[in-house]
């Protein structure tokens, strides 16, 4: 427990930090509201339709398979990195089988979005 200490407190300056500078701008910041400055922000040009707009399903979708295979490969390095200490311990084989299972089941889902058409964008 004494090894995760310091990263405990680096956690907690952070937040002290950051939560102490919210606060201090909420104090000490002046409040001049304009419409200008109330109004949405658009790359600093004036909005173009409403901020209410509604987005396909389709969009949101595409976001989330987007994350779910990003993910795959977040959990494919660190992976990479500890297979030699794994084969090292004669546990190569195994590790190797499932993450062959793991790649087998996340292509079959990337088989079944695009054959869904999920991944077709109009």
Do not use: H, N
């Not at 995760?4 to 606060?23: D, K, M």
């Not at 595409?62 to 546990?91: Q, T």
Request: charged share 15%.
């Amino acid at each position: 427990m004494q090894a995760y200490f310091p990263i405990a407190v680096l956690f907690g300056i952070g937040i002290a930090l950051s939560g102490g500078f919210v606060l201090l701008s909420t104090f000490i910041g002046k409040k001049r509201p304009t419409p200008e400055k109330m109004g949405p922000y658009e790359c600093g040009l004036d909005p173009i339709g409403s901020p209410r707009q509604r987005f396909s399903v389709k969009f949101y979708l595409i976001a989330m398979l987007f994350i779910l295979f990003d993910i795959e490969v977040v959990f494919l390095y660190p992976w990479a990195l500890v297979f030699k200490d794994f084969k090292a311990a004669g546990l190569g084989p195994l590790i190797f089988g499932e993450m062959v299972v793991f790649l087998i089941v996340l292509g079959g889902g990337l088989i079944y979005v695009w054959k869904r058409s999920a991944l077709e964008w109009e």
